[in-house]
């Protein structure tokens, strides 16, 4: 998740959808939401990359963590500082297992924004 504010936020998921199958969602909140429900995924278990250039901000998701797929390109405008975290939730069940692993931050450029090498 990167938040600037409480109106102002990304929330990048990997939820069950409302008809029981694993999939990449991604939330843009501008004071409004904006959601989309992309990949549908067979296990339980997706990689993650975020990147930010500026004020954008490209969301890329990976089966194996090392091919990169383009989810979201987006500009979002702050002057906030933009805070970084991990979160779980279970809105409409009794409660969820997570694990976060993997976990590596790089001040590297991204030379193609649509593979995101």
Known sequence: MLEADKLNW???CFEKDYTGIHRVVSVV???ISDDCNSVAMSGNQVFYKIAKADNVITLYYSVDGKKWFLIRHLQF???KPIKLGFMAQSP???NCKVTFS???YSTKKIRDPYTGE
């Open 10 to 12: 990304i929330k990048f």
């Open 77 to 79: 405008n702050t002057s």
């Open 92 to 94: 409409t069940g009794k």
């Open 102 to 104: 993997h976990i590596t």
């Open 29 to 31: 909140t501008k004071d």
